[in-house]
């Protein structure tokens, strides 16, 4: 089975309009064929992504998303506006959400669950913290996020969805997983997926790796078999950098 490969830039909360536009504006100029863009801007600059990037395939994701419809949530997004503002995509269970803002699996599991029945492409995020993964946890802690989402949905709502694997050490820190630790954990989840949902399924979906992706380290982590390509957060604010990485998502 082919996959296509699939790079995101997370840009977090990062930029102003002006750096925005010129960002989305450079990434769609020169995204390389064989692999999908996908842009997580903050979301009051969405509209002037989508403008800027107009004509071109680049994507757009939200970087979160209410766990309920619309209704009276001040300061919350649904799922049905992201939908209307032009995403295709969106982030659930990021690991600063799980952690600054202590979404636990359960919330997690509602928000892909309500992106699901808006017609948007969940981008599950998950991953262990170094304690865990000195503790010799991570399919633990990852089995328990997936299974959260696992126990609620069908193999057919799964179509489409993506899972990224973020190691939470590795984010920000510059202290990447090893190709082999990465392919490992993604092998892992595959693994999860086929025996939760059949073989088919698991071979289709694709699986990101997140954590310090940066142009001089993307080709070796992408050469994993179960490595489709990444959600990148520092390295997407740079256009070069970031465009560099998609092409390396190609080879
Ligand atoms: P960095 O690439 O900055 O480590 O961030 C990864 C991430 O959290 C992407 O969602």
New binding site residues.
Partial sequence: MTRIPLVAG?WKMNGRRAMAAQLAAEVAAGAPAGVEVLLCPPLVYLDTVAAAAKGSPVCFAGQNVAATSDGAFTGEVSAEMLVDAGCQYVLVG???RRTLFAEDNAQVADKFCRALEAGLRPVL?IGETLAEREAGRTEQVVNAQLEAVFSRITAAQLVGAVIAY?PVW????GMTASPDQAQAVHAHIRARLSGAFGAELAESLRLLY????KADNAASLFAGADIDGG?????SLDAETFLAICQAATA
């Fill in positions: 997370n990021h690991s600063e995020c973020e590795a984010i920000g820190t997140g954590g310090s992706v959600l990148i957060g520092g390295a």
